[in-house]
């Protein structure tokens, strides 16, 4: 069945850098659209970032404003999302996320928590 697992978060000061992992198993991992959301404490989840099967074309939530870089590595079914100049408006749980099909549920990771705080 579809796995995925992030890893990465952690406490960071503001203007600090992270990079989360997300390990993906169980579907054709190249195939696939990929995603990362977020999640504050009493706000609905939001996107983040996306990277697209094939050309690998990036998205990202207005919110990112460049600081932010989505990217995959098809042989090692990892996709990675590289954080820079943090905000403390971007403490979140953050989730990868796929589709298998355009009108079929999302699945989820258990999340990774990040949290920026001087």
């Known amino acids: 069945q579809v796995q995925l697992v992030e890893s990465g978060g952690g406490l960071v000061q503001p203007g600090g850098s992270l990079r989360l992992s997300c390990a993906a198993s169980?579907?054709?991992?190249?195939?696939?659209?990929l995603y990362w959301y977020r999640q504050a404490p009493g706000k609905e989840r939001e996107l983040v970032a996306m990277?697209?099967?094939?050309?690998?074309?990036?998205n990202y939530g207005n919110f990112v404003k460049g600081r932010f870089t989505i990217s995959r590595d098809n042989n090692k079914k990892m996709v990675y999302l590289e954080m820079n100049n943090l905000k403390a408006e971007g403490t979140a749980k953050y989730y990868c996320?796929?589709?298998?099909?355009?009108?079929?549920?999302?699945?989820w990771g258990q999340g990774t928590q990040v949290t920026v705080s001087s």
């Open positions: 169980g579907f054709t991992f190249p195939t696939y659209h």
């Open positions: 990277i697209t099967s094939g050309p690998g074309t990036t």
């Open positions: 996320s796929t589709r298998l099909r355009l009108d079929g549920p999302p699945y």
